[in-house]
Structure formats: structure tokens, C-alpha cells
């Protein structure tokens, strides 16, 4: 078996397709590449590629490396529709290089979120064993061995912790020297400790409807932020793909060397990118 054919198969028991944002998302095989590139020995593995971002110095990080033979890019590189393809536009560019180097890419990005075992999940595993989880919106006929999959998660803590040691599981977790809070009054003197924390990976403005002491994600609006002030909880934000780079390590890296091994064809290796990084730094 061909491997994009195997990759493809491994990551719809990953993260299935049916769980992904199918209203506005755009997910799964986005560029099947005609020709797949051939290894130049026959010693070394075939390469998967992991990473987050899509960018020009990631894209030149994959392709430098003749094993790799598929990409899989969380967030997509093709997310509109297309009318042409050329060389002056920078992600039309991208993804004609690895479609003529017999690269092909794949996203998996809103499903990785709602599966079990996902982004979100990992996200929770930086509080560990500390209390009880569930998801904010159950998915709806989830597939077999994905009961517990949906969009957001958040812990009931068994024993309510200070705002502070809080923050400090979610830098520990997420490998963050500082992360930006907005911390309610009540809070910030321990007046009342926190019970509940919500997460959802990357853009976390749809979580606001649904209560929890302090929410953790990526990024918010302005006025996300001051609406959860005044409901009298507090926001971490750990700017967008922080709170996903990650889970490509921890996670997916072994979930898919591991099916990979065991379908019978030859050894595959799963890298993570090196150059992939969040935009935005303290300065």
C-alpha cells in the first residue's frame, strides 16, 4: 500500500473526518501529489511530516528531506476555494511546490480537536488527575471508539486550586515562560478558587457560552475577555497555535507511528517540524 494510502486510513482512526467542522472547515487529503516522490536508498524510512503552520520556511524544511513523502499540516494550507494556481500568491505557491516535488498534504485540524484523544483532551492533561472532564458539546453520532468526542473540554477540579497554580500547570504544560491573563478581583486575592476550567484549542470565542472559572485558549476578542470579566471569570491566553504545537509531539506523533507499524507495510517515521513556531513572541 502506497504511502498516502496508509496515512490516510491511520488518521481517519485518529481523527475522523465526520467529527470536523464540516460548515466552514476544510479538512482531509487537500493535495494528492500525481507523481509521489521515490526515495533516493532504499535504507532510509518514508517520512510523515507534522506540523501547525503552513508556512514558506516549514514547506522548505519538508521538502529538503527526500523521505518525506506526505505532509500533515493541522491548520489548512488550502482553506477557500481556488480559481488558479500561481506562482505570485504565497500559499498557491507552497502547495504547488509540494505537488511537483510528489509531496502530498493533509489537514486534519477541527476533527483533531473534537476526537477523543485529541488537541483538547491534551490540553486537560496539563491539570493530570486532578478532577473529572467533559465535553461542552457532545458530538453527534460520534464514530466507533470516539464516544466521548465534541467541541471543548473542561475539568471540575476534586479540590478547588488558587488562580495562580492554575496558570502555573498551564505554562508547565504548554512549555511557556508567560502567558497573558486577564484574572477577576475575586481571583487574584483568593477570595475564590477556581473549580472549573474550560479549554478549546486556538480561537476559544465560541467556549463563552458556557460557564467555567477560568477559560484557557489561544486567542480572544477584546470584549470576550471583558464579557467573561463581568460573568466573574478569569481568561488565559496562550496565543493561537500554542495551545496545539504540542499535541503533534505528545499525541500524534506515536498514535501514528504506532497504526502505521502495525498494517503491514514497511517501517515509516513520523517527524515533527523544527521551524514551525507561534508568530507571536514577548519582546
Not at 486534519?108 to 461542552?136: I, M, Q, R
Not at 473540554?153 to 497573558?180: C, N, S, W
Request: net charge negative; aromatic share 6%.
Amino acid at each position: 500500500m502506497a504511502l498516502l494510502a496508509r496515512v490516510l486510513k491511520s488518521m481517519e482512526r485518529i481523527a475522523p473526518q465526520s467529527l470536523a467542522e464540516q460548515a466552514w472547515d476544510n479538512v482531509g487529503l487537500l493535495v494528492e501529489a500525481p507523481y509521489p516522490r521515490t526515495r533516493t536508498a532504499s535504507t532510509t524510512p518514508q517520512r510523515v511530516f507534522l506540523t501547525i503552520d503552513f508556512t514558506s520556511a516549514v514547506v522548505d524544511e519538508a521538502l529538503s528531506d527526500p523521505s518525506v513523502g506526505v505532509i500533515i499540516a493541522y491548520h489548512p494550507p488550502i482553506f477557500r476555494g481556488l480559481k488558479r494556481l500561481q506562482l505570485k500568491d504565497t500559499k498557491q505557491r507552497m502547495v504547488l511546490q509540494c505537488a511537483a516535488k510528489g509531496v502530498s498534504v493533509y489537514s486534519p485540524h477541527t476533527s483533531c480537536d473534537s476526537c477523543e484523544d485529541g488537541v483538547n483532551d491534551w490540553l486537560l492533561k496539563g491539570f493530570g488527575d486532578a478532577g473529572s472532564t467533559s465535553v461542552y458539546v457532545p458530538a453527534e453520532n460520534p464514530p466507533a471508539g470516539h464516544e466521548k468526542a465534541g467541541k471543548g473540554r473542561y475539568i471540575t477540579f476534586d479540590k478547588p486550586q488558587p488562580v495562580q497554580q492554575v496558570i502555573e500547570q498551564i505554562k508547565a504544560h504548554l512549555g511557556m515562560k508567560h502567558v497573558r491573563a486577564a484574572i477577576h478581583p475575586t481571583h487574584a486575592n483568593n477570595e475564590r478558587l477556581i473549580s472549573t476550567v474550560g479549554v478549546w484549542a486556538g480561537s476559544g470565542s465560541e467556549m463563552m457560552s458556557h460557564k467555567a472559572d477560568v477559560y484557557l485558549t489561544g486567542e480572544l476578542g477584546h470584549h470576550d475577555v471583558l464579557e467573561a470579566l463581568e460573568q466573574n471569570s478569569t481568561v488565559v491566553l496562550c496565543e493561537h497555535s500554542n495551545t496545539e504545537r504540542g499535541y503533534l509531539s505528545a499525541v500524534l506523533k506515536p498514535k501514528l507511528e504506532e497504526l502505521l507499524s502495525q498494517d503491514g507495510g514497511e517501517g515509516v517515521e513520523v517527524i515533527v517540524s523544527r521551524t514551525d513556531k507561534d508568530p507571536l513572541v514577548v519582546v
